[in-house]
């Protein structure tokens, strides 16, 4: 699978939104972040231009650099928050908005079951033995 690394500036005659400065895309798309410490798979729960919100994985760190990597996309950046089992990612550079329609795209074809589906799945695995908590 290739990976295509894509970047643009954004104009600055594009007013801020609220507390985050940009709209964001939700989606629940897997994803894997990349850090010193290893790789590790992640669901993407909404990306903009600028950042992304995830499920947070083990050893995250606020202010650690990531490499988030989804579809064919990929963006480095920085974890800039932790909270409630979600994590925040800042990027270094902006994405191009054609990355967040080919992200919408695929979220309407590959959507991930909800977190309440999630949260079955691994209680009755935990409860036939075949994971532990």
Known sequence: ??????????????PAIGRRGRNRLRARLPAKIVTLDGTRNTVL???????????????LAQGQQAILAWAEFEAFGRVVWLAHGMCGMAFEEPLEPAALIATRD???????????????C?????????RRV
């Open 106 to 120: 695929r979220d309407e074809r590959e959507h991930l079951p909800s977190d309440r589906d999630m949260a079955r």
């Open 45 to 59: 729960l909404d990306v903009s231009l600028t950042g992304a919100r995830i499920k947070a994985t083990e050893n």
């Open 1 to 14: 699978m290739s990976r295509i690394m894509v970047r643009t500036q954004i104009p600055a005659a594009i």
């Open 122 to 130: 691994d209680a009755r695995e935990w409860v036939d033995g075949s």
